[in-house]
T-cell receptor, first 109, second 115 residues
Framework: DQQVKQNSPSLSVQEGRISILNCDYT??????FLWYKKYPAEGPTFLIS?????DKNEDGRFTVFLNKSAKHLSLHIVPSQPGDSAVYFC????????FGTGTRLQVFP | DTGVSQNPRHKITKRGQNVTFRCDPI?????LYWYRQTLGQGPEFLTY????????KSRLLSDRFSAERPKGSFSTLEIQRTEQGDSAMYLC?????????????FGAGTRLSVL
């Protein structure tokens, strides 16, 4: 039973446009949600998080939106850059992290 | 470099051998986590420590796996009698236990190949 789901395995976006990555969860008791970025042969790198009591958190080009009624969160990257090309993982926190399966983002010129 | 450090980066072993991995967390972090990641999947929780106390182990964790954090600093993860299904990336992460405790910082991982 997968508690955190990323239903899009891949996404391709043109440089300068918006990238939107989506994530769904099933457990309403999660207290934080996080996004990590992963390059090949490296560990996940923390990007941004959001508390379950918030609906939006912004950090530079990255914004995370949380819709608790829909049990859905999304990561917006604006503007997208080629260096953003990586695998993005959504995670939910209950002390340990529960990860989705990731979305591979490719930003092309 | 004051990030999370994992050694070795790569380990190739024969089925049935024992292997041990080491993780050095960020120095002021008292929580330390182990995860395993296989191809096409997200990291999967194995176990975690607060200081030297092991607070949780995944029910999926075979009894061939054992982890220690004897002095509340570095940690080791041992796999006994390795099997081909143990081949994966083993990731270590650390965090604070208060404040921004939900943010875990990961090392580069140890890639295990069991032949």
């Amino acid at each position: 039973d997968q508690q955190v789901k990323q239903n899009s395995p891949s996404l391709s976006v043109q440089e300068g446009r918006i990238s939107i990555l989506n994530c769904d969860y099933t457990n309403s008791m999660f207290d934080y949600f996080l996004w990590y970025k992963k390059y090949p042969a490296e560990g996940p790198t923390f990007l941004i998080s959001i508390s379950s009591i918030k609906d939006k958190n912004e950090d530079g080009r990255f914004t995370v939106f949380l819709n608790k009624s829909a049990k859905h969160l999304s990561l917006h990257i604006v503007p997208s850059q080629p260096g953003d090309s990586a695998v993005y993982f959504c995670a939910a926190s209950e002390d340990k992290l529960i990860f989705g399966t990731g979305t591979r983002l490719q930003v092309f010129p | 470099d004051t990030g999370v450090s994992q050694n070795p980066r790569h380990k190739i072993t024969k089925r049935g051998q024992n292997v041990t991995f080491r993780c050095d967390p960020i120095s002021e972090h008292n929580r330390l986590y182990w995860y395993r990641q296989t191809l096409g999947q997200g990291p999967e929780f194995l176990t975690y420590f607060q200081n030297e106390a092991q607070l949780e182990k995944s029910r999926l964790l075979s009894d061939r796996f054992s982890a220690e954090r004897p002095k509340g600093s570095f940690s080791t993860l041992e796999i006994q009698r390795t099997e081909q299904g143990d081949s994966a990336m083993y990731l270590c992460a650390s965090s604070l236990s208060v404040g921004l405790a939900h943010i875990q910082y990961f090392g580069a991982g140890t890639r295990l190949s069991v032949l």
